[in-house]
């Protein structure tokens, strides 16, 4: 057994999951997510617990088991308290502006940086950092690598758009002449 797959998912006050034919709808205080149902998987919702098992032992089914579990917890945990990342911007004359679903940077290029997000995600903005945050957790995670890759950090000075948790190791400069 898969020991992702094998795990119950409680399911809190609040949340609905409905199983249907092709798809699992989660509905929750903070909005409604659809997660496909892989083949070979089976759901089932029974007292505030919906388990996930597999039809057969074959390496496609056993890949999708745990793979199924893991998108309906990420669904679940979106909907009741949603998902943030965030980003911080290092670098002398870098800049930040915008709203909850528009940015504009200064990144040290001759024109300045716009990015506007999915629907589903919204931006803060903080002085030198973005927050980025949703009920999607691929959404979260593909726009704050998206934000990243516009200007990605580089490794003597630091400066970029780097995640908050993230170290960048930083290299030596060059060596002086003898």
Same mark, same amino acid.
């Given at each position: 057994?898969?020991?992702?797959?094998?795990?119950?998912?409680?399911?809190?006050?609040?949340?609905?999951?409905?199983?249907?034919?092709?798809?699992?709808?989660?509905?929750?205080?903070?909005?409604?997510?659809?997660?496909?149902?892989?083949?070979?998987?089976?759901?089932?919702?029974?007292?505030?617990?919906?388990?996930?098992?597999?039809?057969?032992?074959?390496?496609?089914?056993?890949?999708?088991?745990?793979?199924?579990?893991?998108?309906?917890?990420?669904?679940?945990?979106?909907?009741?308290?949603?998902?943030?990342?965030?980003?911080?911007?290092? +670098?002398?004359?870098?800049?930040?502006? *915008?709203?909850?679903?528009?940015?504009?940077? #200064? %990144?040290?290029?001759?024109? $300045?940086? =716009?990015?506007?997000?999915?629907?589903?995600?919204?931006?803060?903005?903080?002085?030198?950092?973005?927050?980025?945050? +949703?009920?999607?957790?691929?959404?979260? *995670?593909?726009?704050?690598?998206?934000?990243? #890759? %516009?200007?990605?950090?580089? $490794?003597? =000075?630091?400066?970029?758009?780097?995640?908050?948790?993230?170290?960048?190791?930083?290299?030596?400069?060059?060596?002086?002449?003898?």
């Amino acid at each position: 057994m898969s020991r992702i797959g094998k795990q119950p998912i409680e399911i809190p006050a609040g949340v609905t999951i409905t199983v249907g034919d092709k798809d699992i709808t989660v509905a929750g205080p903070k909005g409604q997510l659809i997660v496909p149902l892989q083949e070979n998987v089976k759901v089932t919702v029974a007292d505030n617990v919906a388990t996930v098992t597999r039809d057969n032992d074959e390496p496609k089914s056993r890949a999708w088991h745990g793979l199924q579990r893991a998108l309906l917890n990420n669904a679940v945990v979106g909907v009741t308290k949603g998902f943030e990342k965030k980003l911080e911007i290092n +670098g002398v004359g870098f800049r930040l502006s *915008g709203g909850p679903k528009d940015i504009e940077m #200064a %990144l040290g290029f001759s024109h $300045p940086v =716009k990015y506007s997000a999915p629907e589903g995600v919204e931006l803060k903005t903080d002085k030198m950092t973005i927050t980025v945050s +949703g009920i999607d957790k691929q959404k979260v *995670g593909q726009v704050a690598a998206e934000i990243r #890759a %516009l200007k990605k950090p580089e $490794p003597y =000075k630091g400066k970029g758009i780097k995640y908050a948790d993230e170290v960048i190791l930083r290299k030596a400069g060059k060596a002086g002449k003898k």
